[in-house]
Nanobody, 116 residues
Framework: QVQLVESGGGLVQPGGSLRLSCATSGFTFSSYYMRWYRRAPGKERELVAG????????NYADSVKGRFTISRDNAKNTVALQMNSLKPEDTAVYYC?????????WGQGTQVTVSS
Protein backbone atom coordinates (compact mmCIF):
# COMPACT_ATOMS: atom_id res chain seq x y z
CA GLN A 1 0.00 0.00 0.00
CA VAL A 2 1.43 3.34 -1.08
CA GLN A 3 1.57 6.00 1.60
CA LEU A 4 2.87 9.56 1.65
CA VAL A 5 2.45 11.33 4.96
CA GLU A 6 3.34 14.99 5.31
CA SER A 7 4.19 16.62 8.61
CA GLY A 8 5.69 19.80 9.96
CA GLY A 9 3.06 22.33 9.01
CA GLY A 10 1.70 24.91 11.38
CA LEU A 11 1.32 28.58 12.19
CA VAL A 12 4.39 30.77 11.87
CA GLN A 13 5.00 34.50 11.86
CA PRO A 14 6.25 36.28 8.73
CA GLY A 15 9.99 35.86 8.44
CA GLY A 16 9.92 32.58 10.29
CA SER A 17 10.85 29.08 9.20
CA LEU A 18 9.25 25.67 8.96
CA ARG A 19 10.51 22.31 7.81
CA LEU A 20 8.06 20.00 6.11
CA SER A 21 8.71 16.28 5.88
CA CYS A 22 7.09 13.58 3.79
CA ALA A 23 7.48 9.98 4.90
CA THR A 24 6.77 7.44 2.19
CA SER A 25 6.27 3.71 1.87
CA GLY A 26 4.89 1.13 -0.53
CA PHE A 27 6.89 2.07 -3.62
CA THR A 28 10.51 2.28 -4.77
CA PHE A 29 11.20 5.78 -3.48
CA SER A 30 14.62 6.12 -5.10
CA SER A 31 13.07 5.66 -8.56
CA TYR A 32 10.64 8.53 -8.25
CA TYR A 33 10.92 12.22 -8.91
CA MET A 34 9.63 13.97 -5.79
CA ARG A 35 7.82 17.29 -5.70
CA TRP A 36 6.14 19.62 -3.25
CA TYR A 37 2.99 21.41 -4.39
CA ARG A 38 0.77 23.85 -2.59
CA ARG A 39 -2.76 25.09 -2.92
CA ALA A 40 -3.76 28.41 -1.43
CA PRO A 41 -7.41 29.29 -0.76
CA GLY A 42 -9.13 30.24 -3.99
CA LYS A 43 -6.08 29.46 -6.11
CA GLU A 44 -4.95 26.62 -8.32
CA ARG A 45 -2.39 24.09 -7.21
CA GLU A 46 1.15 25.37 -7.66
CA LEU A 47 4.40 23.46 -8.05
CA VAL A 48 6.77 24.63 -5.33
CA ALA A 49 9.88 22.48 -5.72
CA GLY A 50 11.10 19.24 -7.23
CA UNK A 51 14.07 16.94 -6.82
CA UNK A 52 15.33 14.20 -9.10
CA UNK A 53 15.50 10.62 -7.91
CA UNK A 54 19.25 10.78 -7.28
CA UNK A 55 18.89 14.13 -5.58
CA UNK A 56 21.35 16.04 -7.72
CA UNK A 57 18.88 18.12 -9.68
CA UNK A 58 16.39 20.45 -8.08
CA ASN A 59 13.97 23.05 -9.35
CA TYR A 60 11.94 25.75 -7.65
CA ALA A 61 9.10 28.10 -8.37
CA ASP A 62 10.35 31.65 -8.84
CA SER A 63 8.29 32.72 -5.84
CA VAL A 64 10.30 30.53 -3.45
CA LYS A 65 13.81 30.57 -4.96
CA GLY A 66 16.41 31.47 -2.38
CA ARG A 67 14.00 30.84 0.49
CA PHE A 68 13.01 27.17 0.17
CA THR A 69 15.23 24.10 -0.13
CA ILE A 70 14.08 20.65 -1.12
CA SER A 71 16.06 17.57 -0.11
CA ARG A 72 15.60 13.82 -0.02
CA ASP A 73 16.99 10.85 1.85
CA ASN A 74 16.73 7.74 -0.28
CA ALA A 75 17.85 5.56 2.62
CA LYS A 76 14.93 6.74 4.75
CA ASN A 77 12.41 7.21 1.91
CA THR A 78 11.73 10.77 2.92
CA VAL A 79 11.65 14.16 1.25
CA ALA A 80 11.81 17.47 3.05
CA LEU A 81 11.13 21.11 2.31
CA GLN A 82 12.97 23.69 4.39
CA MET A 83 11.11 26.97 4.23
CA ASN A 84 12.79 30.14 5.42
CA SER A 85 11.80 33.80 5.33
CA LEU A 86 8.17 32.81 5.12
CA LYS A 87 5.65 35.30 3.81
CA PRO A 88 1.87 35.49 4.24
CA GLU A 89 1.51 34.53 0.58
CA ASP A 90 3.14 31.18 1.39
CA THR A 91 0.01 30.25 3.31
CA ALA A 92 -1.39 27.10 1.73
CA VAL A 93 -1.87 23.38 2.07
CA TYR A 94 1.39 21.72 1.04
CA TYR A 95 1.34 18.36 -0.69
CA CYS A 96 4.06 15.79 -1.30
CA UNK A 97 4.02 14.08 -4.71
CA UNK A 98 5.90 11.09 -6.12
CA UNK A 99 5.83 10.59 -9.86
CA UNK A 100 7.36 8.52 -12.60
CA UNK A 101 5.97 6.70 -15.62
CA UNK A 102 3.27 4.40 -14.34
CA UNK A 103 2.98 5.97 -10.91
CA UNK A 104 1.65 9.23 -9.47
CA UNK A 105 1.12 9.35 -5.71
CA TRP A 106 -0.01 12.12 -3.37
CA GLY A 107 -0.07 12.78 0.33
CA GLN A 108 -3.00 14.23 2.22
CA GLY A 109 -1.37 17.61 2.73
CA THR A 110 -0.22 19.72 5.64
CA GLN A 111 -1.43 23.24 6.39
CA VAL A 112 1.06 26.09 6.54
CA THR A 113 -0.21 29.42 7.80
CA VAL A 114 2.01 32.49 7.83
CA SER A 115 0.45 35.24 9.88
CA SER A 116 1.25 37.69 12.63
Amino acid sequence: QVQLVESGGGLVQPGGSLRLSCATSGFTFSSYYMRWYRRAPGKERELVAGIANAGGITNYADSVKGRFTISRDNAKNTVALQMNSLKPEDTAVYYCNARRRGGDYWGQGTQVTVSS
